[in-house]
């Protein structure tokens, strides 16, 4: 799963629908992965309005990079090393292992050879 | 027609070797390249950009790869292990997410500019176990892809309706969910290569669906339905009954007296 995805992903279960908290997931013991990924910078661009910066950090410093600034960096358009560093850090970055657990409701789910199981058990999939 | 949703349901029926036999077979990956183009011509995307689109029941990636194809960016959902796992062996670009589709799409709001499903809501109207209920799940799967969806995206989907009453469940429950909503039918005529696509639009969009001449079916009802003759009968009043019936003697070619100002009116009462 690409970093990028954590970024919009968040709890199944109905009734954290309303709730703040089922997003971002938590993110525990992940294996990651670089992948190469052709560069887009529009494809970027267009994303980064709709990028939730304060997730994206909380989703980082998860997996153990505590570097990134806590404010959106601003003028990325025209600053082609920034958009390389967010091109590999939201495309080129894969989670191969791990569990995500929701803050609201405790569900965890697993990431396993990068595919992420959200099936939910039947008592939690009707509610 | 062999139908696999009346067999099993979808997590059962489409084990490994039925995935494999699916994503190995030519005929259908041709079909499934054929109905994804004609879904992405439907969906009337600028050619120019990268969209983050979502598949719903993108199996084992063969939709996908056509995405991947076109320069797209996309993340497929699917609720068989077995195809996501013959779509990791076959390496596709996407993420892939093992999900039911009945228990809603799992992202927040305004993720993804459009979003395509090749054969796989017509699964939606089955149930497979004592606890779903079909019209609850297909609610749920819209009103959260609707959520999913940035304003003014898009949502083409081919599907394989087993009579008239489940197309016409899946497009009150995406009405219902607030979609601009419509039905394409390829090929009405052909028993055997009949189409359906499922066209949804969330909200207005700069680049509409590409429907030709077609429009899609707006949520807002409409004014007022026109009035029955019978109605607009009992309601015209004694001139305006005058001058129909007038109107209809002098088109059938009778003599008709001329119209004034005192025609229909009411003559002066006298001793």
Redo the contacts between chains.
């Keep these: 799963?690409?970093f990028?995805?954590t970024n919009?992903?968040?709890?199944?279960v109905?009734s954290c629908d309303a709730s703040d908290l089922s997003?971002p997931l938590k993110y525990e013991e992940c294996e990651l992965q670089l992948q190469e990924?052709d560069f887009?910078p529009?494809?970027l661009i267009?994303?980064l309005p709709?990028l939730?910066w304060d997730a994206v950090v909380q989703v980082a410093a998860d997996l153990g990079n505590t570097s990134l600034p806590s404010t959106k960096p601003e003028g990325i358009e025209n600053n082609e090393q920034l958009l390389k560093d967010l091109h590999s850090l939201l495309?080129e970055t894969q989670i191969i292992n791990g569990k995500m657990t929701c803050r609201h409701c405790g569900h965890i789910y697993y990431i396993k050879?990068?595919?992420?199981?959200?099936?939910?058990p039947?008592h939690l999939?009707?509610s | 027609m062999s139908r696999p949703e009346q067999i099993a349901p979808p997590e059962i029926f489409y084990n490994d070797s039925e995935s494999r036999k699916y994503t190995t077979s030519t005929r259908v990956q041709h079909i499934q390249a054929q109905m994804t183009l004609r879904s992405l011509e439907l969906l009337n995307l600028d050619p120019e950009k990268t969209h983050f689109i979502l598949d719903v029941g993108c199996g084992s990636g063969l939709s996908g790869e056509i995405l991947t194809e076109e320069n797209q960016i996309w993340v497929g959902m699917d609720i068989a292990p077995s195809m996501l796992a013959t779509a990791l062996d076959r390496e596709v670009e996407g993420d892939l997410f093992l999900s039911d589709m009945g228990c809603g799409v799992p992202f927040r709001a305004g993720t993804f500019d459009a979003a395509i499903s090749i054969s796989a809501i017509q699964w939606l109207c089955n149930a497979d176990s004592t606890t779903s209920e079909p019209k609850v799940r297909l609610a749920r799967f819209f009103s959260t892809l609707y959520a999913a969806l940035k304003r003014g995206g898009k949502f083409v989907g081919q599907f394989y309706p087993a009579n008239e009453n489940q197309i016409i469940q899946i497009t009150s429950a995406a009405k219902v969910a607030g979609f601009q909503c419509g039905v394409v039918v390829d090929d009405p005529e052909s028993k055997k290569n009949k189409k359906h696509y499922l066209v949804l639009q969330a909200g207005h969009s700069d680049r509409p669906l590409n429907l030709g001449n077609m429009e899609v079916e707006s949520t807002t009802p409409k004014k007022e339905k026109k009035m029955s003759k019978k109605m607009m009968r009992a309601m015209e009043t004694k001139k305006e009954y005058i001058h129909r019936k007038k109107e209809l003697m002098k088109r059938r070619g009778k003599t008709v007296a001329q119209d004034s100002k005192f025609t229909g009116r009411r003559r002066k009462p006298r001793f």
């Design positions: 799963m690409k990028l995805t919009f992903v968040k709890c199944a109905k997003f990924h887009n529009e494809f267009s994303m709709r939730n495309l050879d990068s595919i992420a199981n959200f099936l939910l039947p999939a009707n």
